[in-house]
């Protein structure tokens, strides 16, 4: 059986994200150089990158890792617009990262070579995004119930470990 390689006629595009501007990092087939940008996250700037994308006439697909929630509105933007996500996992970025450079060094040009490497090789994930899905709410909800359940946790140690001693130190016998 023989290999297929499916990444050499696709534009392979590495996104950095955070809070308020993403390093993105495109490797177009058959060039050597790579091309940078950094875009903001506001639409105007999605819509400068999807026409760049655009642009190549090639299948496009884009890595990220997921960084809290500011990954889940450009992923959702580049989803509508019909391009390929994919999602790398922050542990498996950090060990590539460590054993690529030689350093747990840490910026956002080099971890959009990183996500780019990985995308090469396939180490990488699907997204599935919540809003498409329709599971956006039952993730809330599941956020919000981890939030309450640890303050509950956090409370009653406290209450358990601080206040009941200082205030009731013969207490301790019960418990």
Sequence with gaps: MTATDTTAATVLVAIDIS???????????GKKRRRRMTITNS???FRR??????????PVRIGFEA?????????????????????VSSVSLA????????SWDKNDPKDAQVILHMLEIGAVQFVHDPLVVGIADIQELSKTHEIVSRSK???????LTHYLPLYFPEAERFH
């Design 19 to 29: 809070k308020h501007r993403h390093e993105v990092l495109i490797g177009i087939p």
């Design 43 to 45: 639409l105007e700037d």
């Design 49 to 58: 990158l999807s026409a760049a994308l655009v642009s190549y006439d090639l």
């Design 67 to 87: 960084t809290g929630n500011y990954h889940r509105s450009l992923a959702h933007y580049l989803g509508q617009q019909g391009f390929e996500l994919k999602l």
């Design 95 to 102: 060990r590539t990262r460590e054993a690529l450079h030689n």
């Design 153 to 159: 946790t956090e409370l009653w140690h406290r209450i």
